[in-house]
């Protein structure tokens, strides 16, 4: 049976970065350990999300790896300006991003023998890959491109959405109902909701607009096909396109699909859409467990 400390390590995470950003000090992400009960693993996997999320949308998918596979434990991470990791100066890059994630193991966090990331979160994983950690053995990237492209896609509009919507709400259904009303599906929109926090004014959004914005706006310019066609030495790209979703097809699947030549960069197609985490996490479970170095 496998544990997770998340609610308490989230809590105790996000004090700790508030406390050292009132200090002067550098700020440190929020994360959150996922183990199987009992075990002390000897590997790791750093899992991030993509926009308007958090590490917790990642938490069913990294009990059931840990349970199966308990040598490893997973480190769900929420990325700057997301979440409780909250305190971080601009520019909010994919880059910044990264190292962000870099200076996770200098301050006590367990080193990552894999990382993977969701949509925005799959170009973090990239960037991090460019940086070569010498503990680094596989990246995985779901569903998401290498590619720099124009802005577009669910985040991006969902970013419109929300930039149309008032800063204070008096209750997240009031807030779910206006998403609702401006198309966004009922299921999404009640997804959003827990990114709502409340005090004696109403609700506000927990993360920050303007930073993912600045996050978006990078992911879409920056480019990673070098890590993908030929990765560090030593490391494996994954790249899982989820069949019912747009983000990765066409020309860069092709060209995902030529680089697999290399034999280290590998395509995995699932059914499911965007959020595949959520539509299919037993596909993304096999994955993981069946692809991921063994002791």
Not at 18 to 40: M, R, Y
Not at 163 to 186: I, K, W
Request: charged fraction near 20%; charge should be negative; proline fraction near 6%.
């Amino acid at each position: 049976m496998a544990f997770l400390h998340l609610a308490l390590a989230s809590v105790a995470i996000c004090a700790l970065a508030l406390a050292s950003v009132e200090d002067g000090l550098e700020p440190k992400l929020a994360t959150a350990i996922v183990q199987a009960e009992g075990a002390s693993p000897s590997r790791w996997i750093y899992m991030m999300h993509g926009s308007f999320g958090a590490g917790r949308n990642w938490s069913s998918v990294a009990r059931r790896l840990v349970r199966d596979r308990p040598e490893w434990g997973a480190l769900l991470i929420d990325l700057r300006q997301h979440g409780a990791s909250r305190g971080f100066p601009a520019p909010h890059t994919m880059a910044a991003a990264a190292e962000d994630v870099a200076r996770l193991a200098d301050a006590g966090e367990p080193e990552p023998a894999a990382v993977l990331g969701h949509s925005l979160g799959g170009k973090v994983a990239l960037a991090f890959a460019r940086m070569e950690a010498p503990s680094l053995e596989q990246v995985w990237v779901v569903d998401s491109t290498p590619a720099a492209r124009q802005p577009g896609g669910s985040a991006w509009g969902m970013l419109g959405v929300i930039r149309s919507l008032p800063d204070v709400f008096p209750d997240r259904d009031s807030m779910t109902d206006q998403l609702v009303s401006r198309g966004v599906e009922r299921p999404v929109a009640q997804w959003m909701a827990t990114n709502l926090e409340g005090d004696e004014n109403g609700y506000r959004w927990r993360f920050d607009v303007e930073a993912i914005e600045q996050m978006l706006v990078d992911f879409f310019e920056t480019d990673f096909w070098s890590v993908v066609e030929d990765p560090p030495t030593n490391v494996q790209v994954h790249l899982v396109k989820a069949e019912e979703s747009s983000v990765l097809s066409g020309d860069d699947l092709e060209r995902a699909e030529r680089a697999t030549k290399s034999g280290r960069t590998f395509v995995h197609r699932v059914s499911g859409g965007h959020w595949v985490n959520a539509d299919n996490p037993e596909a993304l479970h096999d994955l993981l467990a069946g692809k991921l170095p063994s002791t």
